[in-house]
């Protein structure tokens, strides 16, 4: 603001002195020129009037005569007179031949001193010029004095001095001066209205004074020495005006910056300072400092600009601790969320505190949000929870991990034997879901601190792998038993290496021959898969296949299977053997559309018979999805593969649909069998499971012949097939030709 009131005070004021200035000098100059034109017209008026009075004193004819006579002293007595009647300051006569008869000035008898001056009166009949005697100016004429005959000259000349100029100087205000410039010299002053002149014979420059404005008038040119009049006025004078003008100016500048400089800093403090102090309370707010108040005036716009700075500083407190409760809260339940559960676990062990987590899973809550939709699956998320917040907080803590997924953190660790089962009966009591009672199931894992561990994520891992065999068990609750978690890093492992296990040849199939009970003859061999790990070593089938169908991997291990066993069929084929092989397929397999159609194309890709393949499924493999399990096994049994059901006697299948299923054989389990000679109920179910497949047309094999006492009862009662270690071990295919020239039946059968 001050820069700008300068800057236009500079510009204007600048501007304003600039003409003031030049008006000044121009008005000098005018002066100047009205002050030749007024010293020109009394100079030619007082030379008018001189010579009317030379002129009347030539006609005089007492003169006359006084000159015709010579009369000097008559003559110098007119001469007086008629000077002092003139008011002439010098008066003279002379004769014709330039003698001096009379003089106010001369001695008598001297030559007539102006030359020019009779010059001009011999041609033009009258010399009117400005002379110099004795260093004073005059305007001076000369006139003849005619009888009628020329017989002399007169003239009278009027002194310019002081005094007139100083009349001049009166009247105009301008300063007169007369100089007489020697030719070929320096001017000087000869009378000067000018008071600053001392000293008037000091040479002058006349076209060079800084002081003064100078118009010059020639008074005399001719002659050895001009004589000029210089008017004068002084740049000091007429720049008086001026310079009080520019003081004036000074001052309203001076009165404004002081006036603008008060009204910047009256601003200041009425708008920059308060608008500085809310912008400081602004950021400190940003830095998340609690002000109580903001040190401006309340009234006006800064205060209202406070008012919003504090309620926003007000909504942002209730924001973050919403944000806060947020991040730590589950939205849908309100309870802690899982990072707060890791934070509550974590001070605890910090503290020292012995405790329990007990991991608790809704069982197949996917299907529940299918059924009910997402709002009853909501409601039955709310209801469990609230139920879980209604436990004594003394002994619970409850949290919400994930979906269907809630974690109780037990700090009472003398609660009474089997609480658990008795929390789980009561969370699982019916839900009113639109109007029909919903009972959740849930199934929980338990892990304890410090005996399970002392780490936040162990113990809700190792919580979670209670939690899982709970589920495998189908028991409604585990507590974490010491080493599943290493079994757990195992599995993980394992999950992960079969992958490269059929790339590597880490894995190939064994073989194990089925014979016919009556006979002893060999009929069938079958396939069973085995895994070399490389740091490991032997991984039980059971153990891997389990993995593999809960990892989605076994259809791939199927595949692989398929094409190892037709592969192994081939090779004996080109070594003149001919021998069927059984094949064990997964729950995944059994429901897999394209798995029949794949077992042709590898058959007929080594140019096998169908016959030479059948199929072992277990009961609960076919039980997971029995219509569909059925669907697909049929379609394999008209391109003309045998089923056996595997395992008979574990599962659950119901006979009705066991007789649905287009299967041509019954495998009685091994656990059945091993002990058949010593437990008598073994006894009685295979002896009617022998009968109950008879009956419905299946042929009967037992697996886990260990003995030739048990292989001897089962041909006693009736048994198709023996299979076990008896017979044989699963061999590797390339030593199966080799068992096979070994084998003989009568040794193993007792047979004759
Ligand atoms: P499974 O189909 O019931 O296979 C019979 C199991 O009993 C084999 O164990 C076999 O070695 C064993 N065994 C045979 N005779 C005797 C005996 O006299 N005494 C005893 N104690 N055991 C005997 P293995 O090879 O460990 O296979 C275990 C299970 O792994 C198989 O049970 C089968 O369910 C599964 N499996 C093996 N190979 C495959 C495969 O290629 N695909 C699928 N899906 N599962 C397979
Ligand atoms: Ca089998
Ligand atoms: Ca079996």
Redesign the pocket.
Known sequence: MLLVVVFSLTVTGGAFMRVVYQDALAKGEHDLEVGVNVLQQILDERGQQLRSNVAILADDFGFKSAVATQDTDTLRTVLANHGDRAGADMVLLSDLSDTLLASSHHPAGSTLPFTDLLEQAQQQGAGVDVIVEAGQPYEFVLLPVRAPNLIGWVGMGFLIDEALVEEIHNLTRLDISVVAQPSGDTPFYLVSSRRDLTDRTTPIDIADDPNYLTRELALNLAGPQQTLALVQVSRESLLAAYRDLQWQLLAIVGLILLLTTAAAAWSARSMSLPLTRLSDAARRIGLGQRLETIDVSPRGETGLLAGTLLSMQADIDERERALLHRSRHDPLTDLPNRSSAQECIMALIGQGQPFSLLRLAIERFGDINDTFGYALGDRVLITLAQRLAHLPSSDFQAFRLSDDEFLLLVRNLALPAGWQDTLLNDLSEPIELDASPFRPSLTAGESHSPAHGEDPHLLLRRADIALETARRQRSAWQRYQPGQDEQHVRQLRLIRDLQEAARDSQLW??Y?PKIEASTGKVSQF????RWQHPSLGFI???EF?TLAERSGN?RL??RW?IDSVCRQLAEWRSNGQTHSVA????AE?VIDPQLGQHLLSVLAHYDLNVEQLSL?V?ESAVMQDPALAHRCLSELRQAGLTVAI??FGTGYSSLAQLKQLPVAAL?I??SFV?SLDTQPDDVVIVRSTIDLGHRLGLSVVA????TAAIAAMLREFGCDEL????IA??LPGHEVAAWLDHYHPRDILGLA
């Open positions: 199939m064994a194990q079958e396939a069973l898969m039980p089938p059971d296949i076994i291990l199927t299977m094949i064990n397929l997964s397999d072992e277990t595997d395992d495998k389990d091994k091993m697996e886990g012949v260990e299979q076990g270690y008896l071990k699963p």
